[in-house]
């Protein structure tokens, strides 16, 4: 199994750290812990993760300032960042995709993270006020610039992603997907087909299948690991261009997901996940 993905000529491992949880309650304000916050960072990369995923949208701005100040210069990490959702409130999410206002949050993120180039800069929504086109010609300019050394796009299908490349390279596609949320299957297998990068978010199960005694716990204890390892676990396996991002804001839980990464799954388990795939209260 490949332990590494390249996008746009850069080299990262496949399992990496998503840093939405490094923020307030409701994705808003300040962490908590702000100390817990830069070491969680830090130990991330003293445990081989160099790819961090974030966006101007966590805090709002709070997740890149925290990445600056733990990790820069960054070095062999790369940071991926995101624009395209506003922000009102704890828990509040309202796409904008004016090409003026994606330019501008571009160069503030730039600022933020005290780079001359983003190393991946991901459209967080199509707004579906706003062309779509104009949205993609956007992120090309960008490019063309040199402002982003590669593109990519969020919660997508199959025909908005092949819309996009008509317009600008993607190098990478994140949506929502994990052993019992599926519905992106499609999504992903375009993406295998066409070396794109997939970055499954809400990469650990929740729900009635996650509970204690439940289905994914049996399956976890036969495995020898956590649910939340198991899941990582099973993501990894799945495709050679996933890139998992499971985040936290414990350094503790940290080092339980990465760990993830030398789990072995065997045919019984595997074949147990499966079947959980088709189960209707997946969701729940």
Excluded at 77 to 89: D, E, I, S
Excluded at 151 to 169: H, M, Q, W
Aim: net charge negative; with cysteine; glycine share 8%.
């Amino acid at each position: 199994m490949a332990k590494t993905f390249t996008f746009a000529g850069q080299t990262v491992h496949r399992l990496g750290f998503g840093a939405m949880r490094i923020t307030g309650p409701g994705v808003w304000g300040p962490p908590r812990d702000h100390d817990e916050a830069i070491a969680v960072l830090r130990r991330a990369v003293e445990l081989g993760v160099d790819f961090i995923d974030t966006a101007d949208s966590y805090g709002p701005t709070i997740s890149e300032e925290l990445i600056a100040e733990a990790l820069h210069p960054f070095g062999h990490v790369r940071v991926a960042t995101k624009a395209g959702l506003l922000r009102t409130g704890p828990d509040q999410w309202t796409p904008c995709g004016r090409p003026t206002y994606l330019r501008q949050q571009c160069e503030l993120s730039l600022r933020r993270l005290k780079q001359e180039s983003l190393d991946l800069f991901q459209l967080h929504r199509i707004d579906p006020t706003v062309p779509a086109a104009e949205q993609f010609g956007l992120l090309a300019d960008l490019l063309a610039e040199g402002k982003v050394r590669a593109v990519g796009l969020s919660e997508v299908n199959v025909k908005e992603i092949s819309d996009a490349r008509a317009v600008v390279p993607i190098s990478t596609v994140q949506n929502l997907y994990n052993v019992t949320r599926r519905d992106s299957e499609a999504a992903l297998e375009y993406c295998q087909a066409n070396g794109i990068g997939f970055i499954p978010w809400y990469p650990v199960a929740a729900g009635k299948l996650a509970r204690p005694g439940g289905e994914l716990d049996q399956l976890a204890a036969r495995a020898g690991c956590s649910i939340a390892q198991l899941a990582i676990a099973w993501l990894l396996r799945r495709s050679p261009v996933m890139m998992p991002i499971p985040g936290t804001s414990s350094v503790a839980h940290l080092e339980e997901n990465c760990a993830a990464g030398e789990i072995d799954l065997d045919p019984e388990v595997l074949a147990g996940l499966d079947r959980l795939a088709s189960v209707p209260s997946v969701g729940s």
